[in-house]
């Protein structure tokens, strides 16, 4: 885990984890670390580790196909908001719908989505930084 000094814009933390259900818990921590930075309320903090937990278990479950890879998570921290992004190299994926409250987002697979797009105000899904893969970006203004 590295940590960029204090900018204008922020504090950014990046943290990789290998694609493994275990290593979730690693993110979290890095979370309610950040948290302390910046008194974020139990309700905020638990909110956001839930959306947290949900975009690392897409790529945890999903990238790899239960082969070996890792996921790339940063968070930003700023006067107003937090940025998360999550990210990882492997198969991506098409999100069904793009609208906040789609009821196909609903469908199995897809209500990790609809419960970060629920507790996020801004939330970004496109391809990994490297062009395979997907990331995952999400904004909680505080």
Do not use: Q, W
Not at 63 to 92: K, P
């Amino acid at each position: 885990m590295t940590a960029n000094g204090d900018t204008d814009l922020g504090r950014t933390v990046r943290l990789t984890i290998p694609a493994k259900p275990e290593y979730i818990t690693l993110s979290r921590l890095a979370l309610a670390g950040l948290s302390r930075v910046r008194a974020f309320s139990d309700e905020t903090l638990a909110d956001l580790k839930l959306a947290l937990t949900e975009a690392c278990s897409n790529s945890v479950r999903h990238a790899y196909n239960g082969g070996e890879g890792h996921v790339d998570i940063s968070f930003e921290l700023r006067d107003d908001r937090l940025i998360v992004e999550v990210a990882d190299d492997g198969t991506g994926f098409e999100p069904d719908g793009d609208a906040k409250g789609d009821d196909e987002m609903l469908t199995e697979g897809g209500l990790g989505i609809a419960i970060i797009r629920s507790i996020a105000d801004e939330v970004e899904i496109s391809g990994g930084p490297s062009g395979t893969g997907s990331r995952l970006r999400f904004v909680k203004l505080l």
